[in-house]
């Protein structure tokens, strides 16, 4: 049903996922906010990377995953409601022992963005993709991420800006 595994094909795919998994953690869990659910992405997605091993081309596996890592997380939004962002914890701006660290911050403002300016957001800046190529992994035109990087930039700024300035009003 698989095709038969060779040793040379698992060695090859061991060696892809040694290489790829701790970037693809990271998009996962930027894209999620959730270190459980990354890692059940990134689980999801190695697995189909591997079905599909002998049909990807040399040199786009990580680019496979990472699309289809990126696809799961999709369905997953279209299966759940979206967490309102008022249910996200904020620190007490006041107590600085209760300050969060710079990537946890930076998950919970991703979270305030809508799904698809957070994909464009975490392709294009976090994975350093180009416009092009964040086009081509969510299938849209290069001026819709052009035009939901520019929302979520602006976006992120406004809700960044008053973080900074010692917390939410």
């Known amino acids: 049903m698989f095709g038969s595994p060779t040793p040379s094909r698992d060695a090859e795919y061991t060696a892809f996922v040694r290489s790829a998994s701790a970037s693809l ?5 930027l894209l999620t906010g959730d270190r459980e659910l990354a890692d059940e992405l990134v689980q ?11 049909r990807i081309r040399h040199g786009e596996a990580v680019a496979y995953a990472r699309r289809t890592l990126v696809n799961l997380n999709i369905d997953r ?9 008022e249910a996200i914890e904020r620190p007490d701006p ?20 809508p799904p698809q300016q957070r994909r464009v957001i975490v392709l294009r800046y976090f994975n350093d993709l180009t416009e092009a ?8 035109s290069v001026g819709a991420v052009k035009s939901a ?21």
């Open 94 to 113: 006041t107590d600085p022992h209760e300050r969060v660290d710079d990537r946890d911050e930076v998950v919970r403002l991703l979270a305030t963005l």
């Open 77 to 85: 939004w279209r299966r759940r409601p979206a967490t309102p962002t």
């Open 133 to 140: 190529d964040v086009a081509e992994h969510l299938g849209i």
């Open 149 to 169: 990087a520019s929302r979520g930039l602006a976006s992120l700024r406004t809700r960044y800006a008053p973080v900074r300035e010692g917390g939410l009003e």
């Open 44 to 54: 999801d997605a190695l697995v189909r990377t591997y079905l599909a091993w002998r």
């Open 25 to 29: 953690t990271r998009t996962a869990y």
